[in-house]
């Protein structure tokens, strides 16, 4: 079983900064892509950012140049750096990872969510 637990989502005011946190747990052989999405209310989830194993990273055009994503490998972790934050950008934010279990079965596990809402 694999489980991702995010954290650092809150209310912050227009061109504000939050970091968001994603920790993989369990029976974890080998990590690939990790990736953060979002979903507003009310809109289909959409990939904001992505980032491979190598470090190879991709990022939306609406988050370019503002976020960056970073992962530490050792403690099967992902992070999210949030700057000049707009209030399009509220949205719940969820992790992604794409995991080789320890039987060897490769599959796609979700954090449960963590909302940001950039509100004065």
């Known amino acids: 079983q694999v489980q991702l637990v995010e954290s650092g989502g809150g209310l912050v005011q227009p061109g504000g900064s939050l970091r968001l946190s994603c920790v993989v747990s369990g029976s974890i052989d080998s990590i690939y892509d990790m990736t953060w999405h979002r979903q507003a209310p009310g809109k289909q989830r959409e990939l904001v950012t992505a980032?491979?194993?190598?470090?190879?990273?991709y990022y939306g055009d609406s988050v370019k140049g503002r976020f960056a994503i970073s992962r530490d490998n050792a403690q099967n972790t992902v992070s999210l750096q949030m700057n000049s934050l707009k209030p399009e950008d509220t949205a719940v934010y969820y992790c992604?990872?794409?995991?080789?279990?320890?039987?060897?079965?490769?599959?796609?596990?979700w954090g449960q969510g963590t909302q940001v809402t950039v509100s004065s």
């Open positions: 992604n990872a794409n995991v080789r279990t320890g039987a060897g079965q490769i599959a796609d596990y």
């Open positions: 980032i491979g194993s190598g470090g190879t990273t």
